[in-house]
């Protein structure tokens, strides 16, 4: 007996019919599989969600130390030294 071990999993999801056939058109059209496809802009919201966290710490620590120009950066980097 052989095993096959997957390394997906398999999600059911309900769509509008509308969607759905957008989903299916637009897949096609960039020669992917719904699957892929849908995977593919998960990764994308995912990239974009970690950059909004980046984006976030950074007005942060620029609030917090007073940043307002690459000047301050390098005057900033320049007092540590």
Known sequence: M???L???EVVSI???KRIAKK???VSKSKGQSRSAFIASLI???AENE???RIFKKG???AKKFNIVSEEDIDRILHEAS
Do not use: A
Request: proline residues 5%; hydrophobic residues 30%.
């Open 23 to 25: 989903l299916r058109v």
């Open 43 to 45: 990764d994308k919201e």
């Open 59 to 61: 007005r942060e620590t």
């Open 6 to 8: 997957r390394n997906t």
């Open 14 to 16: 309900s769509l509008p």
């Open 2 to 4: 052989t095993i096959i």
């Open 50 to 52: 970690r950059w909004k």
